[in-house]
């Protein structure tokens, strides 16, 4: 059911919203079971109470919560929390608060945001991940300029609708933590916390149950403090009902969870001494007898599976069968080159900021050229597209004998499985090359500070490993045939350099020589 919602101005002078339906008309419809929701306006009122009296204790200082409990100027509070919860979206607090401090130093406000380029955005992103998150911020912080007058939308629904980027949970984790509005917020903490106070065991990605926990959340949320109320469940989730050992003996709102009350009556059942005794009078009469569901059996959120006694309270929440990653391969190469008298640089590229339909993986990133390896097509042919590929970007001809094998990096970014298989070759001069828009000589310490992968910054730090390692057992291990046809190739190569002399010629060549050779002997099957 959507809620419709009054705006009142609190004594905190953030604006509220308070629901016009009365809250218990909520959730009572279509249901086959109060067991699964909230349905004693005393017991939510507790539930409310306990909860935020632990958070108020033991909640953490975090940057992002300070600007919002702190910052007078809406606009400021609203972009800031938007900020923090971009990058929270699947990032440890821990690893988010440096980038956050630095964010905000950098860009304190929307409209310095939207002055800044998607090249500074990434490079500020660089190790975060999920490097989209950083574009739709800058997408999102140039929308609001051009389009909303500087001002960022002051209800969830605008944050829902006018940001990019933002979806149900983040709409109304910035709605109710920076403007007041009395909106759940559901992340995967909020989830677990919920499947499990609630025992609900059917599948918590399914659309059922999703739309049974956002109604909890709205009916449960304390409308005086719902950005607390909601960050005081993410924090439960986060520290005390986690998903592995969850400390239950310290939970503020254990005697309202369903499971632990499950798992505490199957404990005392097992227990034969104490069979005889477990009566009514023997449960905590605070809350109701909550013991089952009385719709079990035909229950669209009781387990789907049989209670397994291993996991206790962890048999919730319920997922779905992970799907595996995609498995990918991709030819990349470093291309190095060593101006006289300067630090070596490595060719990056840069890719496309938009896909054909939709913003590619990394868009706007820079990286070693690389090329997607396809089902069917050999490795050595794919060694020529890549050596076409760098021609293009080079101005001049490349064989594919000059590339040399360095490593293998495995990469797992959410839902692929990357394995870079990893060449190098050296060139000696690259001035035509300069000219080219999308592509970049950078110093090594340069490629870590760019807005770069995580992938190529392991692929960079192999590399590096590679041309510590003695040369004997560097060299790819070659079948006798190949091993000899390289030998010729070489000593080609070297007659062709002797030939046409020095490094200021232009042709192939004269224009590369092979690089230190590889780590390990590890042959492309490997
Ligand atoms: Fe989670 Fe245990 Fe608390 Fe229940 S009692 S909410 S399972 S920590
Ligand atoms: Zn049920």
Redesign the pocket.
């Known amino acids: 059911m959507a809620l419709e919602y009054t705006e009142v101005i609190t004594s905190s002078n953030k604006k509220k919203r308070k629901p016009n339906v009365k809250e218990d008309e909520l959730s009572e419809q279509q249901q086959p079971s109060t067991y699964h929701f909230f349905h004693d306006p005393s017991e939510i009122s507790l539930f409310r109470t306990q909860l935020l009296h632990w958070y108020d204790q033991n909640k953490r200082e975090l940057p992002w919560r300070t600007v919002a409990m702190t910052e007078p100027d809406v606009n400021i509070r609203t972009y800031a929390v938007w900020v923090s919860e971009i990058m929270l979206q699947q990032t440890q607090v821990a690893t988010v608060i440096d980038y956050y401090k630095k964010w905000m130093k950098r860009w304190p406000t929307v409209e310095k945001l939207a002055a800044g380029t998607l090249e500074e955005v990434n490079q500020m992103w660089a190790g975060l991940g999920y490097y989209s998150r950083g574009r739709r911020l800058h997408e999102g912080a140039k929308k609001v300029v051009s389009d909303l007058d500087g001002q960022m939308p002051r209800t969830t629904e605008g944050l829902l609708k006018q940001l990019p980027g933002v979806g149900r949970y983040t709409a109304g984790a910035i709605g109710s933590i920076a403007l007041g509005q009395v909106t759940g917020a559901v992340d995967g903490n909020v989830i677990r ?1 919920l499947c ?2 609630r025992a609900i065991g059917a599948d918590s990605t399914s659309p059922t149950v999703t739309d049974a926990l956002w109604k909890i959340a709205d009916r449960i949320v304390e409308p005086e403090r719902p950005g607390d109320f909601n960050q005081s469940m993410m924090e439960l989730g986060a520290r ?2 986690t998903p592995k050992s ?3 003996s310290q ?1 503020p ?2 005697t309202h ?1 369903h ?2 009350r499950k798992v505490s009556i199957k404990h005392e059942k097992d227990s034969k001494t104490l069979l005889s005794k477990l009566t009514a009078a023997n449960l905590n009469t605070s809350v109701p007898d909550i013991e089952n569901c009385s719709a079990a059996g035909s229950c669209n959120f009781c387990l789907s599976e049989d209670w397994d006694p291993q996991l206790g ?1 962890q048999n919730y929440p319920r997922k779905p069968v992970k799907k595996a990653p995609r498995v990918e391969k991709t030819l990349t190469c470093i291309v190095e080159w060593q101006r006289a008298g300067e630090e070596m640089v490595y060719l990056l590229t840069q890719r496309p900021s938009k896909g054909k339909t939709k913003p590619g993986l990394l868009a706007g990133m820079w990286e070693l050229p690389s090329m997607l390896l396809e089902a069917g097509v050999s490795e050595n042919k794919h060694k020529s597209l890549l050596c076409s590929m760098m021609q293009k970007l080079l101005g001049t001809s490349l064989d594919t004998d000059s590339l040399q094998f360095v490593g293998e990096v495995v990469h797992i970014f959410s839902h692929i499985h990357q394995t870079y298989i990893v060449f190098s070759v050296c060139v000696s001069d690259c001035s035509e090359a300069e000219q080219e828009q999308n592509i970049s000589w950078l110093t090594k310490s340069a490629v870590q500070g760019a807005a770069v992968s995580t992938g190529v910054k392991k692929i960079m730090k192999l590399y590096e490993s590679s041309n510590n390692v003695g040369s004997k057992d560097k060299k790819r291990k070659l079948s006798p045939q190949a091993g000899k046809e390289k030998r010729a190739n070489k000593t080609k190569k070297l007659k062709d350099v002797a030939t046409n002399g020095g490094p200021k010629q232009l042709c192939l060549s004269k224009f590369f020589s092979t690089s230190k050779p590889a780590v390990k002997a590890k042959s492309k099957n490997s």
Do not use: E
Request: with cysteine; proline share 7%.
């Open positions: 916390v499990r106070v005390v009902c969850p400390l239950c939970c709102i254990q969870c499971a632990f309270v």
